[in-house]
């Protein structure tokens, strides 16, 4: 039932369903766009276990996917599981070179957090990771992410680099730079992570960074490694950050209510 308190000389109306003022909450830096969106909840059916099995077993399942289709047809390593992780480098040199080639992408994103305010694209591509990815993922556990991001890594970049792009490097022919073949497979790359324009383009040159990576190092395993690094930091970052803003948002929510209430208070008096 509507409650109202009726207008007493100059006194303004106040219902007890008039939305929350902003005064406050904007002193404590909520961004109302963005949490209004953040209590979107996960299906009570999806556990974060669910959740998380999900997301292992399409990651993982691409790895024998990818060896299977190199084997059909009988590309470069066929047979050989090192030399398609390795080529002619050794577990240790693409180790290093992985770790090291995971450098740019996180200077990339700390570049569109510093940025992201100020450029509507990248502005627009936090809130679509904030309130569509992130509600799906809490309370998966930092053992969680860590296995997403190498399922990721592994088995996104073995089917991508390790796969299409020696397919179509093969279809080209080997007078042909293999540039075509990069770029290609990062379109295709992108379009496979198309949530929206920006995301589309942000996958995109990372996709040529990683096609980059194996024509360079004539190894998947620097570009596995660098996109399962990339993805747990932004993964662990994104996390901390959703849970501090729907602290922030609770927060709002009773600066809101005592707003309201003060209001109520002072139209009665």
């Known amino acids: 039932m509507e409650e ?18 902003n005064g406050l909450a904007e002193n404590i830096g909520v961004t109302t766009d963005l949490h209004s969106n953040l209590d979107i909840q996960r299906p009570l059916e999806f556990t974060w276990q669910k959740v998380l099995t999900k997301f292992l077993v399409l990651e ?14 009988d590309l470069p390593n066929s047979g050989s599981l090192a030399g398609q992780l390795l080529g002619e480098d050794s577990w240790v040199a693409s180790t290093v070179y992985g770790m090291l080639s995971t450098v740019p992408l996180l200077a990339l994103f700390v570049l569109s957090e510093v940025c992201g305010p100020y450029w509507k694209p990248f502005r627009n591509l936090r809130e679509l990771v904030m309130t569509k990815l992130m509600p799906i993922m809490r309370g998966i556990p930092i053992w969680g992410l860590l296995l997403i991001s190498v399922g990721a890594g592994f088995g996104e970049e073995w089917l991508f680099r390790g796969f299409l792009q020696q397919l179509v490097k093969s279809w080209l022919g080997t007078d042909v730079e293999s540039w075509p073949a ?20 942000v996958t995109f040159v990372i996709g040529l960074y990683f096609g980059y990576l194996v024509e360079l190092t004539g190894s998947v395993l620097p570009a596995a490694f660098s996109h399962a690094g990339y993805d747990f930091v932004a993964l662990v ?29 002072a139209s009665v008096g």
Do not use: M, W
């Open 4 to 21: 109202k308190v009726e207008n007493q000389g100059d006194s303004p109306v106040v219902s007890a369903e008039q939305p929350v003022q």
């Open 60 to 73: 993982f399942a691409l790895v024998p996917i990818a060896i299977f289709l190199i084997d059909l047809f």
């Open 182 to 201: 990069v770029f290609i497979v990062a379109l295709l790359f992108g379009a496979c992570h198309a949530l929206s324009k920006a995301y589309f383009v």
């Open 237 to 265: 970052y994104l996390t901390i950050l959703d849970k501090k803003l729907r602290r922030q948002e609770e927060v709002a929510e009773v600066v809101g209510d005592v707003e309201s209430g003060t209001q109520e208070t």
